[in-house]
């Protein structure tokens, strides 16, 4: 085949790339676990990669070349780079390159059999091998270069992780795993999210700011491996779920607004995130009187309250927890007693117990729910839980 009916079966299979990048992509899905967890922007991504290369092999092999150009070349470099910032194994891309090219050979001598000659048929293999070649170098050598930049300053590499959970830029599971792979992190998962704003009269150590407060934080709580950031002049920590009652106690001897959540996943970060920096954004004065930081139940209370990421029945279950269950339906009942009648002494005489009685169950529900219902703040998150119903 000559070169003008190439580029004849070159335009025809150019006119149809959607489909033909649906199937390649389809096929690097199927084989490639790392991109099975893509989404979004990501897709978009993948697809329009897919789609470049499609173009240009037809339109390099309609030419009778067999290697690709300079300028493909150093595109290919910066998919490398960009690979490695966002936490993509050279491993699995450089795989998916490869099943892709396949998947592009068979659909052409598919799509265009009856059209070409078997020496085309072998040109474009002989293309797509060689290039393949090139593509694998280039793309190694883009990852090795934004590796070793990202190793250049690993604090910044590790901020910039943590804050890529906390907005959703990471959402997948194996994209994190990747990414702190590359990175040499090991990040709690489950974790606990801690948001601290030191506030405006705080002294800190003589480099000043958030981030001198955040190295303090990490530095007091003991745990010089905890992922930290500042946002917005708060400091952010993610921390292993037994230093939860480390970090609480650190900050209950500070004068901080603080919020510390239950463990959760690494891919629940981003929402974990906008509930505690919620909190301690919109918490009144007193809810920090206790000499501790806010909890799960707070947040949820006051997300519930700010139209924030949470649901009644979560709140229900999150505030009021043990007393739930069938065994504790005398407490939930005490409490709501009291609720409803302002006083021990006539909740008593409302469930027809002794005063003292009465007193013991409200020590109870302190206990099982970690709020005291004499305490304004407490009370007021525990009478908002009560208040929801089935």
Do not use: K
């Amino acid at each position: 085949m000559g070169r003008e009916r190439r580029a004849r079966v070159s335009a025809e299979l150019s006119r149809d790339r959607a489909a033909l990048v649906d199937r390649i992509v389809a096929e690097v899905y199927a084989e490639v676990p790392a991109y099975r967890g893509l989404h979004g922007s990501q897709l978009t991504e993948v697809r329009a990669i897919a789609g470049w290369l499609v173009t240009r092999s037809l339109e390099l092999w309609a030419d009778g070349c067999v290697r690709l150009p300079p300028e493909d070349l150093e595109r290919l470099r910066a998919i490398g780079r960009a690979r490695a910032a966002d936490g993509r194994s050279i491993g699995a891309v450089v795989r998916a390159h490869r099943v892709g090219s396949a998947a592009a050979v068979r659909l052409m001598s598919d799509r265009a059999g009856d059209r070409v000659t078997a020496a085309d048929v072998f040109a474009l293999s002989e293309l797509w091998l060689t290039s393949l070649d090139q593509i694998s170098e280039q793309l190694a050598a883009g990852h090795a270069e934004a590796a070793r930049q990202l190793d250049a300053d690993v604090a910044r590499a590790r901020r910039t992780f943590l804050d890529d959970l906390l907005i959703g830029r990471q959402a997948s599971l194996g994209a994190i795993r990747d990414r702190a792979r590359t990175l040499g992190l090991t990040p709690p998962d489950p974790g606990v999210l801690v948001v601290a704003d030191p506030g405006p009269g705080e002294e800190h150590p003589p480099r000043g700011g958030a981030v001198s407060a955040a190295m303090d934080l990490v530095e007091a709580v003991g745990r010089p491996d905890a992922l930290a950031t500042t946002r917005s002049g708060r400091v952010v920590l993610l921390l292993p779920p037994e230093t939860a009652v480390r970090v609480s106690g650190v900050l209950g001897d500070r004068p901080w607004r603080a919020c510390v959540l239950e463990p959760r996943a690494l891919t629940d970060m981003s929402a974990a995130y906008r509930l505690a920096d919620g909190a301690v954004e919109t918490a009144p004065p007193h809810a920090f009187g206790g000499g501790g930081p806010l909890g799960e139940a707070d947040a949820c209370v006051l997300a519930l309250l700010n139209g924030g990421p949470t649901t009644p029945e979560t709140v229900r279950r999150t505030v009021l927890g043990p007393l739930l269950s069938d065994g504790h339906a005398h407490l939930l009942e005490t409490l709501r007693a009291y609720f409803r009648g302002g006083a021990a002494t006539t909740a008593a005489d409302a469930l027809h117990v002794h005063p003292q009685t009465l007193r013991y169950r409200l020590r109870r529900v302190r206990e099982l729910t970690g709020h005291d219902p004499h305490r304004p703040w407490p009370r007021f998150v525990l009478e908002t839980a009560c208040a929801i119903t089935r």
